[in-house]
C-alpha cells in the first residue's frame, strides 16, 4: 500500500492496516529508521496495575480490613 508525505509531512496510515493494527485516534506511535527504513510500532498500553487500580468492588461493600478478616476465618 501506498500513502505520499504531505507538505507539512503527514502521511495517512490505510485504514486497512489501521483496523489490522488496531491504531485507533490517540494511539501513539514509536517511530525510527531501521537499516534505511521508516518503522512505527505502537507505544506500549499504560501499566495495566496502574490502569485498573482503585476501580475493584469488594462483595458486600465492605472495606478491605473486613473483608480480609472474614476471608481468613
Keep these: 500500500m501506498k ?20 491504531i485507533r485516534p490517540g494511539t501513539v506511535l514509536d517511530f525510527d ?3 534505511g527504513r521508516l518503522v512505527a510500532r505502537k507505544q506500549s498500553e ?4 496502574r490502569k485498573w487500580r482503585g476501580r475493584g468492588k469488594l462483595p458486600g461493600g465492605v472495606d478491605v ?4 478478616s472474614r476471608s481468613r476465618e
Design 33 to 35: 529508521d531501521e537499516q
Design 3 to 22: 500513502s505520499i508525505v504531505s507538505e507539512k509531512g503527514q502521511v495517512t496510515i490505510p485504514k486497512v492496516l489501521r483496523d489490522k493494527l488496531g
Design 46 to 49: 499504560v501499566d495495566v496495575i
Design 65 to 68: 480490613d473486613s473483608y480480609l
